[in-house]
């Protein structure tokens, strides 16, 4: 049990980033602690030698003065011998504790100094133990913030791929929020953006996708009406196809053609590439070719086209897709409008509208 969650939890990216500094602050601690621990004791040591130096300055001059060593101190020795065990600094450890020695050949004889150093190495004792704990105590917050930091970190983690996987399970509409201000708060928000954008790339294409079927409909249901008229009137009556009936299902494939066409350079508009070929057009001599065109249609289903042109203008765009436009809107009129309406185009400078009594 324990060894899968510890096996799960080394899988964890800041887990693991937190686990590499802690061992990099304990490697990094250590040897800061342990250079402190031997500058100090290197430090007590020379202060030790250089108080003996001084007090065989001191011997040595009372010898030359022809006076009497002097008398040491508690824990200290002094003594004159004829021969020396160790000339220099020396430690003999077989006293019971540890004593400094430092002989020094002399005329008179070997003058041998001794300095007890228990308290030293007490002083060690208790300054070791001191950087143990306060190291160990250390390591042990470290840990404890790391592990702490950890969890948070993948805890927004967690949420930014929850997100992912709402995406994934097509949820655009879920939107995450991380907590606090640095670089996972800014790969949410701009997961945020992203789905976003990508949420209305998909209602833009449910859009086109009814605006192709409305577009193909009509145009779509003529030709099966003029294709099932000319192939009863030829398979039933006898009678040859004419070349007017041809002429209208190839009008209606063509104008089936333009509406793929115009929604081709619609989409090329809008993601910019085709801007470059927009040309002047005349918005007057649009409305007159939208009004020759369908005032034909319109009256037959009984309805009036009424055109208002007033100052019109020129403008830069798809004269094809303008009169697209214009086309959609008057059969939405004539599809969705009153009975015996009239269906009004205006042209006012650069503003182009159609209304209808609907």
Known sequence: MYLKKLSALRRLSAFRQALVLLVLFSFISTLAWGGTYWLIWSEMGRAVDARL??????????????????????????KLADAAKRLGFWTDPEEGAETRYFEQQTPYGVV????????????????????????????LVAGAVAVWM?????????????????????????????DGQDDLTLVADRRNLTTERLEQAMADMRVQSSNIAHDLRTP??????????????????????????????????????????????????ESGAARTGFVAVSLAELVDRVRDTYDPVVEE??????????????????????????????????????????????????????????
């Open 150 to 178: 950890a969890q948070q970190t993948q805890r927004r983690l967690n949420v930014i791929s929850d997100g992912l996987a709402d995406v994934a399970q097509g949820r655009l509409n879920r939107r995450i929020n991380v």
């Open 53 to 78: 130096s001084e007090r065989m300055e001191v011997a040595v001059k009372a010898l030359e003065d022809g006076d009497s060593l002097p008398l040491p101190d508690i824990g200290e020795s002094v």
């Open 220 to 269: 779509l249901a003529r030709l099966r009406a003029d294709i099932e008229t000319s192939h009863d009137l030829l398979a039933n009556k006898g009678y040859p196809v004419k070349e007017d009936d041809l002429a209208s299902a190839l009008e209606q494939i063509d104008r089936i053609t333009g509406t793929f066409d115009a929604l081709l350079r619609l989409s090329r508009i």
């Open 112 to 139: 041998s100094l001794g300095e007890n150093t228990e308290r030293y190495e007490e002083m060690r004792d208790i300054l070791a133990t001191g950087m143990q704990l306060s190291l160990f105590g250390c390591l």
């Open 301 to 358: 289903s009984g309805h009036q086209l009424v055109a208002d042109v007033i100052e019109p203008a020129t403008v830069q765009g798809d004269p094809e897709l303008l009169m697209q436009l214009l086309a959609n809107l008057i059969q939405n009129a004539l599809r969705y409008g009153n009975e015996g309406q009239t269906i009004s185009l205006r042209c006012h400078g650069t503003r182009l509208s159609v209304s209808d009594e609907g």
